[in-house]
C-alpha cells in the first residue's frame, strides 16, 4: 500500500484538508466553511469548537474520498490564520468580545480592536520593535493581549492558555503544548534567533503577568516547525478525525507561510532567497528569505527560521487584497446585475468579471487600459506595508455617473491593477534596503486566475511564477507532516523533493511598461493625498 501525508488549512473562511503522495502529489481535498462573526468595523471573531468541527469532519472526508485506509496516512501537517484563541484549564473556550458567547473565543487576525494598544506600545520604542519593522500592528498578538486585560479582565485573568490558532490545533490533535517557532516569532515578539522571550517588553508594554509567570500561557518550548509533537494523534483526536491514534503531528505555520514553504523551495532558476512568496487571498502576504537580517521600517521581520529552516524573513502584504477587490466592486450600481450574471454561468463575481475583462481586450496584459481613467488604492482595511499605517483607507479617483456593467468591469481591473502597484512598493521599499527578488510565486484562492497573474506581472514589472500544484497551502502543511513523519529529514528536503513550478508569466515591455510606471506614480501621488487629507482631520 502507498504511503500519505495530510495537510491541514485553516483559513479566514474555511477549514481545508488536502491529502497527498510522498512527492506532492494532490489526490484528495474536502473543504467545510466556517463561522465569523463581525461586531461593529473592527471587531473579527470566531469559534474554535466550530473550526475543530470542520477539521473533523474534512479530514474524515479526504481519507473516505481517497479510498485509503487510516493506517497510509503517515504524518499531518497544519497550518491556520493568526488568530488568537483563548481556553481555561479544562480546554473549554473563553468569550473575547463584547457579546459574552463563549463560543465566541478567537480574536481574528484582521481584528483591529488594538489599535490604540499597538499604538501605545509603538511609542514606547522597545527594541524588540526592530523585528516588526519598527511599528508592531494590531493584527498581531500582544496588543490583542493588552485589549483583553483592559477591556476583557476576567477573561485574561482566566485563560490557561492563550493560543495562536495553529498552535491551538496541534495542542487539540497531540496535547503537546509545544509552539510553533513560526507562530511565536512572527506575531508574539518571541526572539527566534536567540530562543527567548524577552521579559522587559512584556513588563513595559503592561502585559507583567505572561513575564512573570514564565510565559506558561503562552509557550515555554519552542519548537521548529515539522517537529514532532507529543507521542502523536491522541486517541480521543483519532476517533474524531477518523484515524489511527499515534500518527505523527508537525508543529505548524501560519496560513501564508505554509504557502511560502509549498512554492519558493521548487527546483528551478531561481532559489528561496530570490523568490518572493506572494499568498493571495483574503489579505496578502509577502514572504522574501535572507541568508543574512534585513531590517527594512514598515515590513514586519526579520524572523530566523519562521518560515524556510536556518534563512530569515521578511513578512509584508496587504491587510485586504482578495477581500477588497470583493469589497470594491460591490460598491458598485452595477454589482447585483453582474453578481446575477455570474450566478447564472456558476461562477464568483470577481471570476466573472476577470473572464469579461480578458473578452474585452487583445491579450491578458492589454485588460490594464480597461482601466484607464480610475485610480483604486484598495487599502480599506489599512497599510500593513510598507507604511505600516492601520488607518490607512481606500481611495478611488476618476469616477463618473456611469452604472454600466462596462463600467463595474474597468473599476475591478483597477483594483487589481491598485493590488499590484502596492505589491510593487512593497518590492522597491525591499530592494532599497538590499533585498533583492528576482520573481513572484502566486498562490492562493484570489490569485489563481491567469489574467490576474499577468496584471501581476505587469504592475510590479517582475517575472510572476505559478507552482504546478494548485494547492500550495495544503501542499506546505502536508510538507510539515512528511517532515513530522520521518519521510524527509528536513523541510528543506522536502520542499525540494514534493514541490515544483508551472507556468511562467513574463512583465511587458515597451509602452506598457512605461504606462504601468506612470499609473504607479499616480497611485503613490493618491496614496499620499489621502493620507494629508486623514492627517488634516477634516
Not at 116 to 125: D, E, K, P, T, V
Not at 352 to 381: C, I, K, M, N
Not at 407 to 412: G, H, P, R, V
Not at 453 to 460: P, Y
Request: with cysteine.
Amino acid at each position: 500500500m502507498d504511503d500519505y501525508v495530510i495537510g491541514i488549512d485553516i483559513g479566514t473562511g474555511s477549514a481545508r484538508v488536502g491529502l497527498f503522495d510522498l512527492k506532492g502529489e494532490l489526490k484528495a481535498t474536502e473543504k467545510r466553511d466556517i463561522t465569523t462573526w463581525h461586531d461593529g468595523p473592527v471587531m473579527v471573531e470566531q469559534s474554535s469548537e466550530n473550526i475543530w468541527a470542520a477539521i473533523c469532519a474534512c479530514v474524515r472526508g479526504v481519507v473516505s474520498k481517497a479510498g485509503i485506509a487510516a493506517e497510509q496516512v503517515k504524518g499531518i501537517g497544519t497550518d491556520a490564520t493568526c488568530s488568537l484563541v483563548l481556553v481555561d484549564a479544562s480546554g473549554g473556550p473563553i468569550g473575547v468580545g463584547l457579546s459574552d458567547d463563549a463560543n465566541r473565543n478567537i480574536i481574528v487576525w484582521m481584528d483591529h480592536r488594538a489599535a490604540s494598544q499597538a499604538a501605545r506600545i509603538n511609542a514606547l520604542g522597545h527594541d524588540v520593535l526592530r523585528y516588526v519593522g519598527n511599528r508592531i500592528s494590531p493584527e498581531m498578538e500582544t496588543p490583542k493581549l493588552l485589549w483583553l486585560k483592559e477591556n476583557k479582565p476576567e477573561a485574561f485573568a482566566t485563560a490557561a492558555h492563550f493560543f495562536d490558532l495553529s498552535d491551538y490545533i496541534t495542542w487539540r490533535a497531540t496535547g503537546s503544548l509545544d509552539r510553533s517557532i513560526c507562530t511565536t516569532t512572527c506575531k508574539w515578539t518571541y526572539l527566534g534567533h536567540e530562543r527567548r522571550w524577552d521579559e522587559s517588553y512584556f513588563h513595559k508594554v503592561g502585559l507583567s503577568e505572561l513575564a512573570d509567570e514564565g510565559f506558561k500561557r503562552i509557550g515555554t518550548q519552542i519548537v521548529d516547525a515539522g517537529t514532532a509533537l507529543g507521542t502523536g494523534l491522541t486517541a480521543t483526536a483519532a476517533v474524531e478525525w477518523g484515524l489511527n491514534a499515534g500518527i505523527p503531528v508537525a508543529a505548524g505555520l501560519i496560513d501564508a507561510h505554509a504557502g511560502g514553504v509549498g512554492t519558493v523551495g521548487a527546483a528551478g532558476t531561481d532559489s528561496a532567497t530570490s523568490r518572493l512568496a506572494y499568498v493571495f487571498g483574503t489579505s496578502a502576504c509577502t514572504m522574501t528569505s535572507t541568508i543574512e537580517p534585513a531590517f527594512i521600517p514598515g515590513v514586519w521581520g526579520p524572523y530566523f527560521s519562521a518560515m524556510v529552516p536556518g534563512l530569515w524573513l521578511n513578512e509584508a502584504g496587504q491587510s485586504a487584497a482578495g477581500a477588497a477587490i470583493d469589497h470594491l466592486v460591490m460598491l458598485h450600481p452595477a454589482a447585483v446585475q453582474a453578481a446575477q450574471l455570474a450566478k447564472d454561468e456558476k461562477l464568483g463575481l470577481t471570476s466573472w468579471l476577470a473572464g469579461q475583462a480578458l473578452s474585452r481586450a487583445a491579450t491578458a496584459s492589454d485588460v490594464a487600459y480597461l482601466a484607464r481613467g480610475l485610480h483604486v488604492v484598495p487599502e480599506f482595511l489599512g497599510n500593513r506595508a510598507p507604511l505600516a499605517d492601520p488607518d490607512a483607507k481606500g481611495l478611488i479617483a476618476g469616477l463618473d455617473m456611469d452604472q454600466s456593467i462596462d463600467n463595474l468591469i474597468s473599476l475591478y481591473v483597477a483594483g487589481v491593477c491598485g493590488l499590484g502597484y502596492g505589491l510593487r512598493q512593497i518590492i522597491e521599499t525591499q530592494a532599497a534596503h538590499g533585498v533583492v527578488i528576482s520573481s513572484i510565486v502566486v498562490s492562493g484562492g484570489a490569485g489563481q486566475n491567469a489574467m490576474v497573474r499577468q496584471i501581476l506581472a505587469d504592475t510590479t514589472g517582475i517575472m510572476v511564477e505559478t507552482p504546478k500544484t494548485d494547492e500550495p497551502v495544503l501542499l506546505g502543511a502536508a510538507m510539515l507532516g512528511a517532515v513530522a513523519g520521518g519521510i524527509y529529514s528536513s523541510l528543506t528536503e522536502a520542499m525540494a523533493s514534493m514541490s515544483a513550478m508551472g507556468k511562467i508569466f513574463d512583465p511587458a515591455q515597451g509602452e506598457l511598461k512605461e504606462w504601468h510606471k506612470r499609473r504607479y506614480d499616480g497611485f503613490q501621488l493618491l496614496q499620499e493625498t489621502g493620507r494629508k487629507l486623514r492627517h488634516a482631520n477634516i
